[in-house]
């Protein structure tokens, strides 16, 4: 399906790979995912790699809307030595860092993660893209409108998918100018969308092939699967799974969960599906 070349590693993905999210925050909307120790860290990460997770995503910001804005240093103390000692214990694996800072991503790379993962594909600083380009790394580049803070302000589209196109095609020729090689697109469920909205893009997830590069999809345990379930985040798995293997069957190509195992089962019912 594609290759990524991880600091020199070739991950070669030849069927939908499941990112595992591992949040270094005290006020993630999911409880179940906050950590804060890294003995907690190291053995939610070697689960995670034992069922089945191609990559880790770190994050040390709640990104949720109306979340608290933290600021770079904050965001370093948070992450760099739980990646440090991750990557310490576990070398072969990669992590991704979920930032939008430029110098979060450059010493989270130092420090052993070899993606970054950025919300506002180089639009909340400026210096991401080329900070991105001269370390050489894939890039996840995210669709958001305004922040976490302001972005369900705005949720008008005429067309959602072929909006959430055009703002790729653009990104990707700036992400290409910078000199970034491997980029995801992630279509940012849940950022700058109403649930009504996240429903038609999933139905039209498809159209971001035109692109040409992989998409990730982030669904997990969202307000879109609990809030049409009536549940909570923390009931809401089987929902999530639900909406991961539509995602598969449209097109998606990673999913970022916070439940590997189930996750990698729906992968491995879905390509039985699709090979028979």
């Given at each position: 399906?594609?290759t990524l070349n991880c600091k ?92 939008f800072y430029a110098k979060v ?172």
């Amino acid at each position: 399906m594609f290759t990524l070349n991880c600091k020199g590693r070739l991950l070669i993905a030849e069927k939908p790979l499941v990112m595992g999210i591992i949040n270094i925050t005290p006020d993630s909307f999911y409880e179940g995912s906050r950590m804060d120790k890294t003995k907690m860290i190291l053995q939610k990460a070697e689960q995670m790699l034992l069922d089945g997770a191609a990559m880790l995503d770190i994050g040390g910001q709640s990104t949720r809307p109306g979340s608290n804005l933290i600021d770079e240093e904050e965001e370093l103390k948070r992450i760099i030595g739980p990646i440090a000692a991750l990557h310490h214990q576990l070398p072969d694996t990669v992590i991704s860092v979920d930032t939008f800072y430029a110098k979060v991503a450059v010493e989270a790379i130092a420090a052993g993660a070899s993606v970054v993962n950025d919300i506002s594909g180089g639009a909340m600083d400026a210096a991401m893209l080329p900070a991105v380009g001269k370390l050489h790394v894939p890039y996840i580049c995210m669709h958001m409108r305004g922040t976490p803070q302001t972005m369900q302000q705005y949720t008008v589209y005429d067309n959602v998918a072929g909006e959430v196109l055009d703002y790729f095609i653009d990104r990707l020729d700036a992400c290409k100018k910078a000199g970034i090689h491997d980029v995801i697109i992630d279509p940012g469920f849940g950022f700058a969308k109403t649930i009504a909205q996240n429903f038609k893009l999933l139905k039209d997830l498809g159209v971001l092939k035109i692109a040409g590069k992989p998409i990730l999809a982030g669904l997990s345990r969202k307000g879109t699967v609990y809030k049409t379930l009536g549940t909570t985040a923390g009931e809401a798995l089987n929902g999530s799974t639900v909406l991961h293997t539509l995602a598969l069957q449209n097109g998606a190509s990673i999913l970022r969960v916070h439940d590997v195992k189930e996750a990698m089962e729906a992968v491995t019912l879905f390509c039985a599906y699709r090979d028979a």
